[in-house]
């Protein structure tokens, strides 16, 4: 079967740094993603990762290792508004997009 | 660019009736498009997927006579749900995938649906 895991719930503070893990297994991989969702709204894509490595893009980076089926997604300088649930997704061989359950990020002052 | 919208955002509808959502890729050609419902405190789960002048593709489980899709153009897709029952009350999400980045999809804002 395909599925993705990463934990259902972190708690950090206010400027600190975080990292969400997710690990996944699907049937092929077509790049990995991360989006954020704010409470009753839809997901916001934050980053793409097809190759190994670290992609960085202001305070959110995402890595990536195809070999280990794990990727994780580093907060730094956090801020309230950044409390949300963190999604990621994998694109199987089929494109389609196979989605883990989330984690609910609380952000404390 | 790259903008999905969605229409209506809330909607409060009885039982047994049935209730129509737009799902409208704004700035760009969409060749596919995806349909998703979300319980609370759970992920996303894909309904269907569907493309331009074709039928969709109905995940497993999903009753394709309940839930009508209708991808009439490259901008637009619709989703009916037929005879709408309180079980039916969720949050339903439609995302497009352009011709550029076929990789991405982008996500409208969601509908809100409650079934009294």
């Known amino acids: 079967g395909q599925n993705i895991d990463q934990p259902t719930e972190m708690t950090a503070t206010e400027g600190a740094i975080v990292q969400i893990n997710c690990t996944y297994q699907t049937s092929g991989f077509n790049g990995l993603f991360w989006y954020q969702q704010h409470a009753g709204e839809a997901p916001t894509f934050l980053s793409y990762?097809?190759l190994d490595g670290l992609e960085e893009k202001g305070r959110f980076s995402s890595f990536l290792s195809r070999s280990k089926g794990y990727s994780y997604l580093l907060l730094k300088e956090l801020q309230m508004k950044d409390s949300a649930s963190y999604l990621c997704a994998v694109s199987n061989s089929n494109y389609q997009l196979i989605w883990g359950a989330g984690t609910k990020l609380i952000i404390k002052p | 660019g790259a903008v999905v919208s969605q229409h209506p955002s809330r909607v409060i509808c009885k039982s047994g009736t049935s209730v129509k959502i737009e799902c409208r890729s704004l700035d760009f050609q969409a060749t596919t498009m995806f349909w998703y419902r979300q319980f609370p405190k759970q992920s996303l789960m894909l309904m269907a997927t569907?493309?331009?002048?074709?039928?969709?593709?109905?995940e497993q489980g999903v009753e394709k006579d309940k839930f009508l899709i209708n991808h009439a153009s490259l901008t637009l897709s619709t989703l009916t749900v037929t005879s709408a029952h309180p079980e039916d009350s969720s949050f339903y999400i439609c995302?497009?995938?352009?011709?550029?980045?076929?990789?991405?999809?982008?996500f409208g804002p969601g509908t809100r649906l409650t079934v009294l």
């Open positions: 995302s497009a995938r352009g011709m550029d980045r076929e990789f991405l999809e982008y």
């Open positions: 990762n097809v």
């Open positions: 569907s493309n331009e002048g074709s039928k969709a593709t109905y």
